[in-house]
């Protein structure tokens, strides 16, 4: 016996087909104008080359390893164009298509702050379908912002950002996940070499789009809090935070402590 899809369904499946070419198409559209934008105005720089690149060894209870590197290149007297990439896929996000993230933005120079608006791409099977399908280009867009600030005697830094599904390749039982994802930590310097303070992050399951429709729910992932110490010489340092999870483990999908460690490089 043949089954033939309802008029509902063939509409839904063909709409949903036209939905995920147009966002494949937009993204690469999106993302070459911004590569093309941002090639151009380092070309019309004909000053010596000042880009400047940091390398951070980052690994955590709930990611695990995620090195990340960081470019900048002055456009201006007070703004940079800074380029990131982040290797989630090397820790806990092996599992979600080898999740990578790339993103490019503007960091401007306010006194003794930066403040970097960026537009980040991930490429994976998290935010397209729950880690249950295969790993897609433009898996989800990535709107975030850090504030940093350091003087003499006080550094810190706020991160947040917005992880939104860009395609949709979910079956059957399955949903696209948006995360909000954001952190503050603020320190003293103790010396020139040894840095204290404290550190706040959460994780958040924010929503999703269901595949027979609706939204998924909602769902706490950690709220991390606890003191940080830093050393750093030069263009290198360690910073190692730790601490307590305020979510409740029996209701958030993560359960482990908070502890965090990284190791940083400037060039």
Do not use: C
């Amino acid at each position: 016996m043949i089954v033939y899809p309802s008029d509902e369904e063939f509409l839904l499946t063909k709409n949903q087909m036209f939905m995920r070419k147009f966002n494949m198409h937009f993204s690469a559209l999106l993302f070459m104008f911004l590569l093309t934008a941002s090639v151009t105005v380092m070309a019309q720089e004909k000053k010596e080359d000042k880009l400047s690149l940091s390398l951070a060894l980052n690994h955590d209870a709930f990611f695990g390893f995620n090195p990340a590197v960081t470019a900048s290149y002055p456009v201006g007297k007070k703004t940079d164009l800074t380029f990131y990439g982040i290797q989630w896929g090397a820790g806990t996000a092996s599992a979600w298509g080898n999740w990578t993230e790339f993103g490019l933005g503007v960091n401007i120079k306010s006194g003794n702050f930066g403040i970097n608006p960026q537009l980040g791409f991930t490429m994976g099977s998290l935010l397209s379908s729950g880690a249950a399908q295969r790993g897609v280009v433009g898996d989800g867009i990535v709107p975030n912002l850090t504030v940093n600030y350091d003087d003499s005697k006080i550094i810190g830094q706020f991160y947040g950002g917005y992880y939104a599904a860009f395609r949709n390749e979910t079956g059957p039982t399955q949903a696209t996940n948006n995360y909000v994802h954001y952190w503050l930590n603020v320190g003293g310097k103790i010396t020139p070499w040894l840095a204290l303070g404290a550190h706040f992050e959460n994780l958040n399951l924010s929503g999703g789009q269901k595949f027979e429709g609706g939204t998924l729910a909602s769902a706490d992932g950690y709220q991390w809090i606890g003191p940080f110490v830093q050393v750093s010489k030069g263009a290198g340092g360690m910073r190692f935070s730790f601490g307590t999870d305020l979510d409740d483990a029996a209701t958030s999908f993560s359960d482990n402590d908070f502890y965090k460690l990284s190791f940083f490089f400037n060039f």
